[in-house]
């Protein structure tokens, strides 16, 4: 009997585990990833220049790289387009996106693992357009992978516990953070962490990393703020200051709170968004909370195709790596009964507890009452919140073409979510299968392969 084909899309922690498991039970593995290097937002290092306090569970890398000797691994690989069927078809271009003429490949599967992960969650603020503004983990990854620091001081601010290894690569990178500012309150935060606390403690491990940031903090003197959000930047070619607010539980800006902040930079992150594409094109059914529906081997509804990571809920590396093992055993056909799968199993269930209190830090509606009628929300189409606020009672296709929200080089990754805040109602860009740019020359190369 041949052995089963595994065609698995990410190369962060649970694409990783994802093809390390098939490969050990024996499966045929391809691994399809956009990055230069393997390793996915966690592991965005550079052996150079990443500094060696960045560089998190690197030992736990190295073993995944060794374990997939027997894998045929495509960095800088853009998957297009997948289809679903007896087999799976993946369609992927191979080369850098910029290049002239990509390599088109399609690979046939008997089973496909989606590890695609998440992007951040940026919600607008008057001045979010300057330059020395970036996303938090950008701001991170510039820290990790080039050893650059945003700017000389900068605020970092938005919701979660990602806040704290941001302001930690910042500062281990020779840059000042002048605040770290948490949109979730005090009493909200002792309600949904210090709630049943021995369930934690099995997460060990986050106690010492978070033992690391409170001691970086402390070290570099940066003020915690809790209950405060940056509701407006302030800067003429660049940034200046920021104003930080305290906000409500809702997250509405509390009137006479305001403070200015000098600063140069600012990283905002309002926690994750699932990068869903490949899901959705594949037919998979996604849930209410956007994050993809799985079973306990974390199939979908689609028959072969699995999902691994934070596509299936925000969670860490530690619980997509327990996913991604899982995944990556049923892909191959292991059965269900396996003893293979207890150790990933068990991790998966002692991760739980520390992925539920993430909601901790849940984004509330009120903060759209910190944005003016000038506020860029599509910064792909320069569209303002006006424009939007023009449009809201307009059918979900009739606003997009209308306003031209959504409709850029992005395609509503980043505006998506807030635009739908904004007028109140889902208009669905988390819904569209676009996987990426594809130019028309390499369409017509790869139309043979498509109608094969």
Do not use: N
């Not at 606390?197 to 809790?226: D, F, H, I, N, Q």
């Not at 800067?235 to 006479?256: F, N, Y």
Request: net charge neutral; charged share 20%; hydrophobic share 45%.
């Amino acid at each position: 009997m041949s052995a089963r084909r595994v065609v698995v899309i990410g190369a962060g922690p649970a694409g990783l585990a994802a093809a390390a498991a098939a490969v050990e039970a024996g499966a045929e593995v391809t691994v399809l990833d956009e990055g230069e290097r393997i390793g996915g937002q966690f592991w965005r290092h550079h052996p150079e220049l990443t500094d060696p306090h960045l560089q998190h569970q690197l030992g736990r890398f190295r073993r995944l790289q060794a374990e997939l000797a027997g894998a045929r691994v495509l960095s800088s690989t853009s998957v297009w387009r997948i289809e679903p069927g007896v087999p799976l078809r993946v369609h992927a271009l191979v080369g850098p996106a910029d290049a002239a003429r990509r390599r088109g490949e399609t690979l046939p599967a008997d089973a496909l693992v989606i590890a695609t992960g998440a992007h951040d969650r940026v919600l607008p603020v008057p001045g979010w357009t300057l330059p020395g503004v970036t996303s938090a983990g950008a701001a991170q990854a510039l820290a990790k992978r080039d050893g650059v620091r945003l700017g000389a001081r900068t605020v970092v601010a938005g919701a979660g516990p990602f806040l704290l290894p941001v302001a930690q690569s910042i500062g281990v990178v020779g840059g000042e953070v002048a605040e770290v500012v948490e949109a979730t309150g005090p009493g909200a935060l002792l309600r949904g962490w210090g709630r049943r606390p021995w369930e934690l403690t099995a997460a060990t491990a986050k106690a010492g990393e978070l033992a690391s940031y409170v001691g970086s903090l402390v070290a570099g003197r940066t003020p915690y703020r809790l209950g405060s959000a940056v509701t407006r930047i302030h800067g003429d070619s660049t940034v200046e200051a920021v104003t930080v607010q305290r906000i409500d539980a809702d997250w509405r800006p509390i009137d006479g709170t305001e403070r200015t902040v000098d600063c140069d930079s600012v990283a905002l992150g309002h926690g994750f968004t699932p990068r869903l594409e490949a899901a959705i094109q594949a037919g998979c059914a996604i849930g209410s909370d956007r994050f993809v529906v799985v079973g306990s081997q974390q199939e979908t509804s689609v028959p072969g195709v699995y999902a691994a990571g934070e596509i299936t809920g925000i969670g860490g590396a530690d619980a997509a790596l327990a996913e991604g093992a899982v995944a990556g055993l049923a892909a191959a056909g292991v059965h269900p009964a396996d003893l293979r799968y207890r150790a990933p199993l068990a991790a998966r269930r002692r991760m739980g507890a520390f992925a539920a209190r993430l909601a901790t830090h849940r984004i509330g509606s009120g903060w759209t009452a910190w944005l003016d009628e000038q506020t860029i929300v599509c910064r792909c189409e320069s569209v303002r919140k006006s424009t939007l606020d023009a449009y809201a009672g307009a059918s979900s296709r009739g606003m997009r073409l209308a306003t031209r929200a959504g409709l850029g080089a992005c395609q509503g990754r980043t505006c998506g979510r807030s635009v739908d805040d904004i007028i109140g109602d889902p208009v669905g860009y988390e819904r569209r299968p676009v996987l990426g740019s594809v130019r028309i020359g390499e369409l017509a190369d790869s139309g043979a392969a498509i109608e094969g």
